[in-house]
């Protein structure tokens, strides 16, 4: 019976060793599992550093977040618009630097270029009235009936009746720059028939004119002539003049 009692006692404390054993393995493995460490680093990550308490970022703060980046990238957008603007804007002045061309004048068709057309009989009408001032004096006057401008250069060439050479020019009358005529302007010249005191020589009377142009190198005539009529006998002696052609008529009749 006491043999019995000690094999008991003895089987007891071998099943509580067992149990204890068992509940320490239990323990340890709970301690090594993957989920015990990430819960262990999720309270560590949670830690603020030096002690700041940690505040969790709201969507509305991550929406606004959102929208100053946006609104950031839009003004930077909108400022490099303005660049491109005035870079545009300088363009447009260069365009107009070249617009002013020196000795450029509109033509007939709408271009801009130098006019190098001279007038003549062709595309040009002249006429010649008497003037009561100065006595003995005429107003020639060419008129551009072309369409494109034209230059009246130098001084006219006139031939009165069968004369063999042409009057002399008053040289004094060259204008400063070439007379240049848009279509339907006219430019004029003054002629003196003859001397007022009687000095001139060789004098006669003739109703023909004939008109010839000078080019721009001036060594001699270019172009059609013009026939100008005049409606009584005019008197010529050896003092005809004439000026150079003139964009005003009292200057023409200055001399």
């Given at each position: 019976?006491?043999?019995?009692?000690?094999?008991?006692?003895?089987?007891?404390?071998?099943?509580?060793?067992?149990?204890l054993v068992?509940?320490?393995?239990?323990?340890?493995?709970?301690?090594?599992?993957?989920?015990?460490?990430?819960?262990?680093?999720?309270?560590?990550?949670?830690?603020?550093?030096?002690?700041?308490?940690?505040?969790?970022?709201?969507?509305?703060?991550?929406?606004?977040?959102?929208?100053?980046?946006?609104?950031?990238?839009?003004?930077?957008?909108?400022?490099?618009?303005?660049?491109?603007?005035?870079?545009?804007?300088?363009?447009?002045?260069?365009?107009?630097?070249?617009?002013?061309?020196?000795?450029?004048?509109?033509?007939?068709?709408?271009?801009?270029?130098?006019?190098?057309?001279?007038?003549?009989?062709?595309?040009?009408?002249?006429?010649?009235?008497?003037?009561?001032?100065?006595?003995?004096?005429?107003?020639?006057?060419?008129?551009?009936?072309?369409?494109?401008?034209?230059?009246?250069?130098?001084?006219?060439?006139?031939?009165?009746?069968?004369?063999?050479?042409?009057?002399?020019?008053?040289?004094?009358?060259?204008?400063?720059?070439?007379?240049?005529?848009?279509?339907?302007?006219?430019?004029?010249?003054?002629?003196?028939?003859?001397?007022?005191?009687?000095?001139?020589?060789?004098?006669y009377s003739?109703?023909?004119?004939?008109?010839?142009?000078?080019?721009?190198?001036?060594?001699?005539?270019?172009?059609?002539?013009?026939?100008?009529?005049?409606?009584?006998?005019?008197?010529?002696?050896?003092?005809?003049?004439?000026?150079?052609?003139?964009?005003?008529?009292?200057?023409?009749?200055?001399?």
């Open positions: 019976m006491r043999n019995l009692h000690i094999r008991r006692a003895a089987r007891t404390s071998v099943l509580g060793a067992a149990a068992a509940a320490l393995s239990l323990t340890a493995c709970q301690s090594d599992s993957p989920a015990a460490d990430d819960a262990a680093a999720g309270t560590s990550s949670q830690q603020p550093a030096d002690g700041a308490s940690a505040a969790p970022v709201s969507d509305k703060d991550a929406d606004t977040g959102t929208d100053r980046g946006t609104s950031t990238g839009t003004d930077k957008a909108t400022t490099g618009g303005s660049g491109a603007s005035g870079s545009g804007s300088g363009t447009a002045k260069d365009s107009g630097s070249t617009g002013g061309q020196s000795g450029a004048k509109q033509q007939g068709n709408g271009d801009t270029a130098p006019v190098t057309l001279a007038c003549d009989g062709g595309n040009s009408k002249v006429t010649i009235t008497a003037v009561p001032r100065p006595v003995n004096h005429m107003l020639l006057t060419v008129t551009n009936t072309g369409s494109k401008a034209c230059n009246a250069y130098y001084y006219p060439f006139l031939r009165f009746g069968e004369a063999q050479s042409a009057p002399q020019a008053y040289e004094e009358s060259k204008p400063q720059a070439v007379v240049t005529l848009s279509p339907g302007e006219s430019a004029y010249a003054g002629v003196m028939t003859s001397s007022a005191d009687g000095s001139g020589t060789g004098g003739t109703k023909d004119l004939t008109v010839s142009f000078q080019g721009a190198a001036g060594s001699g005539s270019t172009g059609p002539t013009a026939n100008v009529p005049l409606s009584k006998p005019v008197y010529v002696d050896s003092t005809l003049a004439v000026t150079y052609w003139q964009t005003d008529m009292d200057d023409a009749l200055m001399y």
